[in-house]
């Protein structure tokens, strides 16, 4: 799970129960997606479950919208910034024309053959 650092102490976060964000001010070099869960410290090192609510977008920049949960334990932090996610194996559009591409030719090649 990605930790990112907010530029904000954990005191200007009470009251609410969510932030929107620019990528550019969260301490992470990874772009977030929707729906994805992150562990969010602010200045005072106060960490917080955070999930990814939806994306904006200026000319220049993302803006995340987090949803915040409550303050969490260290051990629970440890525990879940060591676990590995299983990675995500995308197929682009590129790769997926490829494959078409290679189909094609194996059952044009089948055909002669048959």
Request: aromatic share 4%.
């Given at each position: 799970?990605?930790?990112?650092?907010?530029?904000?102490?954990?005191?200007?976060?009470?009251?609410y129960d969510g932030i929107d964000v620019p990528h550019h001010r969260i301490a992470t070099s990874d772009p977030l997606e929707p729906g994805q869960l992150?562990?969010?410290?602010?200045?005072?090192?106060?960490?917080?479950?955070?999930?990814?609510?939806?994306?904006?977008?200026?000319?220049?920049?993302?803006?995340?919208?987090?949803?915040?949960?409550?303050?969490?334990?260290?051990?629970?932090?440890?525990?879940?910034?060591?676990?590995?996610?299983?990675?995500?194996?995308?197929?682009?559009?590129?790769?997926?024309?490829?494959?078409?591409?290679?189909?094609?030719?194996?059952?044009?090649?089948?055909?002669?053959?048959?």
């Open positions: 799970m990605i930790i990112a650092d907010l530029p904000l102490a954990d005191a200007d976060l009470h009251g992150l562990v969010v410290r602010t200045l005072d090192g106060v960490c917080r479950c955070a999930e990814v609510v939806g994306l904006g977008f200026t000319p220049t920049e993302t803006v995340y919208e987090l949803r915040l949960g409550q303050p969490m334990r260290g051990e629970v932090v440890r525990s879940l910034i060591q676990r590995r996610p299983a990675p995500r194996r995308w197929v682009s559009d590129a790769d997926l024309v490829g494959m078409l591409v290679d189909c094609e030719r194996m059952q044009r090649r089948s055909e002669r053959i048959s």
